[in-house]
């Protein structure tokens, strides 16, 4: 399993920004890996968000943030970004970063590590 640990979570009003950071560590095939960001609001299941595979960059949204949050990677730095603009009340959410071999990108079943989850709070 790879350890990860996110920060950058905050308050922030509507329409602003924040970036979420994943930093990896504990496995040296990490460029086989798919690392994705998950969020759960209250009372709400966790959702996917977006997913980037690691070796090739690729990205993936969810529908509800394409256009507004971007997903990328430092190699050197072992570490993924979630970069959010344009928040909404709506994000509002514990975003969880999660690695694994992304068969089923969106799938919670496809990752095997997970952080610890940040929280991210937008005001109306």
């Known amino acids: 399993q790879v350890h990860l640990v996110e920060s950058g979570g905050g308050l922030v009003q509507a329409g602003g920004s924040l970036r979420l950071s994943c930093a990896a560590s504990?496995?040296?095939?990490?460029?086989?890996?798919?690392m994705a960001w998950f969020r759960q609001a209250p009372k709400k299941e966790r959702e996917f968000v977006a997913a980037?595979?690691?070796?090739?960059?690729?990205?993936y949204y969810a529908d509800s943030v394409k256009g507004r949050f971007t997903i990328s990677r430092d190699n050197a730095k072992n570490t993924v970004y979630l970069q959010m603009n344009s928040l909404e009340p709506e994000d509002t959410a514990v975003y969880y970063c999660?690695?694994?071999?992304?068969?089923?990108?969106?799938?919670?079943?496809?990752?095997?590590?997970w952080g610890q989850g940040t929280q991210v709070t937008v005001s109306s």
């Open positions: 999660a690695a694994g071999f992304g068969l089923s990108i969106a799938a919670e079943g496809s990752y095997n590590s």
């Open positions: 504990g496995r040296t095939f990490i460029s086989r890996y798919v």
């Open positions: 980037i595979t690691w070796s090739a960059g690729t990205p």
